[in-house]
């Protein structure tokens, strides 16, 4: 049996991501399994970095557009299918958990979050993971193949080192760069360096509109606000800059904002040109409903928070200081223009 590792270089967690998984394969994998390492990336001035990062020795490039988990999953769900790939592993994190959420649902297989062990067996895989807030370790078993798993976060915090040398097995471009996705592609002739991820920002001077799933302007407030007071705040600084508000899960079931309000999975879902994200942690759940967004800012004090590795941009700071802060620029600049 064969297992793939999966290393997102489109997001800027992949050095953490490969040490990750590099330390799991070591420590934390048991079976006779042989593997490869499926190198998503998006800028070719990155291709030769994570390509050094991988923790295999054999290699797969995709490449690929970021923030887009379902163009990923359509090249893995090609080798889940007509392979004997048996396992996929990603490390711990929002986009991890989604990709192997979609492939094991696209491809039929089964699927574990936060895996501190696994042990691969001919016909399941047998896992174990923390549960009950890390009181006790759970025991369990995935039968249908194939087994899509993320690692445990204690995971990122090991020390052993990726493979020395590489083998690069294939490249492709599922981007839509090559003409067609799927295509195969030497990146190294390009000469690529992809597109400045600020090239079509600009400032909206469209009111809101009302509708969170129709806005162009999204500022989403998050369990940072920390009371109602701080989502309010927030709320009317998102007013003044003219942009619709939304909040996560937590903040709307603390009663600090109407339920309408709530983006993700059990809310609403847009695409605005651009969104703040205000003092939220970045959850899937709540991912899933601005991920389509043009431009993702967050504003966080947590380094380590999800959202701040999966926006384009990041502050660390308070999330209520900032953006009255900003709504005050906003302002300023259009009553000047």
Request: aromatic share 4%.
């Amino acid at each position: 049996m064969r297992f793939a590792a999966l290393l997102d270089g489109t997001v800027a967690t992949a050095a953490v991501q490969a040490q990750a998984l590099a330390g799991f394969l070591g420590d934390g994998l048991r079976g006779d399994l042989a593997g490869e390492t499926f190198v998503l990336y998006c800028d070719e001035r990155d291709r030769e970095r994570l390509v050094d990062l991988a923790p295999t020795r054999d290699v797969r490039l995709v490449k690929t557009a970021a923030r887009r988990p379902e163009r990923m999953v359509d090249c893995l769900t090609a080798a889940a299918r007509g392979g004997d790939t048996a396992l996929f592993l990603a490390a711990a994190g929002a986009t991890g958990t989604e990709i192997v959420t979609r492939l094991a649902c696209r491809a039929g297989g089964g699927v574990l979050t936060d895996a501190l062990t696994i042990e691969a067996r001919p016909q399941r895989l047998v896992c174990r993971k923390n549960v009950y807030s890390n009181h006790l370790v759970g025991r369990f078993e995935l039968r249908a193949r194939p087994w899509c798993v993320t690692v445990d976060a204690c995971w990122n915090d090991t020390r052993r080192s990726p493979s020395p040398s590489h083998t690069i097995l294939s490249e492709s471009d599922e981007s839509g760069d090559a003409g067609r996705p799927g295509a195969t592609t030497d990146t190294r002739a390009t000469g690529a360096t992809g597109a400045a991820p600020f090239a079509d920002a600009e400032l909206l001077e469209a009111p809101s509109s009302g509708d969170l799933a129709k806005s162009r302007f999204l500022v989403v407030a998050g369990y940072g606000a920390a009371s109602r007071e701080g989502t309010e705040r927030i709320a009317d600084a998102a007013r003044r800059m003219g942009a619709d508000f939304g909040v996560s899960r937590p903040v709307a079931m603390n009663a600090w904002a109407p339920m309408d309000r709530l983006m993700g999975v059990s809310g609403t879902r847009a695409a605005p040109a651009l969104c703040i994200v205000a003092g939220a942690s970045g959850a899937p759940a709540l991912y899933w409903g601005i991920e389509k967004a043009g431009l993702i800012v967050a504003v966080n004090p947590d380094e380590r928070a999800p959202i701040v590795a999966n926006s384009d941009a990041a502050l660390l700071d308070d999330a209520v200081a900032v953006l009255e802060e900003l709504a005050e620029i906003v302002a300023g600049r259009r009553t000047h223009e």
